[in-house]
């Protein structure tokens, strides 16, 4: 069976600072990975996913992230911090061929000023 | 583009009553799905569709029910409303993809249904 473990429900960071997401992943097949960012009363929107080939995969607003089957860690960052970075983030597996989705439970990212 | 799409965004019941979530989507996705989100738990599968005609449930199914007539849309069902239902509901959907290793596409996401039931 497929799980999703996301280490902090809560990280705080200074604006400029860098941004690390930890996620953990089972999976008895080749995993496909996302990461996920919702924002305040919006629903989910795709950062990145991996799929297969290159494991270091770029999403949109400067995110990465590295997936490392050795280690089943698919951990999110970026190197400098925004204030429009804070958000909910969401990591998330499904099964190689499949399509329904397991989320971790989430991730609350706070940037200071 | 619309994407998905819920309505209402806001509703409050009491216990017992029933009502409909609904959903569409206009990407002409096969596969639809109903989450429910509450705090600190993720999201949690309710049930899905891989297609028109075609459904089945998810993690937690009991005390909702599904139909899906055409593509576009997927209403979700609470017969008798409970407590234990008030919650966050997104809806989503995802293509097919291209190929078996094409297949996991990312969901899209409406903005989600805030329901309380007192």
């Known amino acids: 069976a497929q799980s999703v473990t996301q280490l902090g429900s809560h990280v705080s960071v200074s604006e400029g600072a860098l941004v690390l997401l930890r996620c953990n992943y089972s999976?008895?097949?080749?995993?496909?990975l996302f990461w996920y960012v919702q924002y305040p009363n919006q629903g989910l929107q795709l950062l990145l996913k991996y799929t297969t080939g290159a494991t270091l995969v770029k999403g949109i607003n400067g995110f990465e992230a590295e997936f490392k089957k050795s280690e089943t860690s698919f951990h999110l960052t970026k190197p400098s911090a925004h204030m429009s970075d804070a958000a909910e983030y969401f990591c998330?597996?499904?099964?190689?061929?499949?399509?329904?989705?397991?989320f971790g439970a989430g991730t609350r990212l706070f940037v200071k000023a | 583009n619309a994407g998905v799409t819920q309505t209402p965004k806001f509703r409050i019941l009491k216990i017992g009553q029933s009502m409909t979530l609904q959903c569409t989507q206009d990407m002409n996705h096969n596969y639809m799905y109903w989450y429910r989100q509450d705090p600190g738990m993720g999201l949690k599968l309710i049930y899905y569709?891989?297609?028109?005609?075609?459904?089945d449930k998810g993690e937690v199914p009991n005390g909702y029910n599904v139909s899906r007539s055409t593509t576009e849309d997927f209403p979700l069902r609470l017969e008798l409303a409970a407590p234990s239902q008030t919650s966050v509901y997104f809806c989503?959907?995802?293509?097919?993809?291209?190929?078996?290793?094409?297949?996991?596409?990312?969901?899209?996401f409406g903005d989600g249904t805030r329901l309380s039931i007192l």
């Open positions: 569709s891989v297609g028109a005609g075609i459904t």
């Open positions: 998330a597996v499904s099964e190689t061929g499949g399509f329904k989705t397991i």
């Open positions: 989503a959907s995802s293509s097919s993809g291209d190929s078996a290793v094409d297949s996991n596409q990312p969901q899209h």
């Open positions: 999976s008895s097949v080749p995993p496909y």
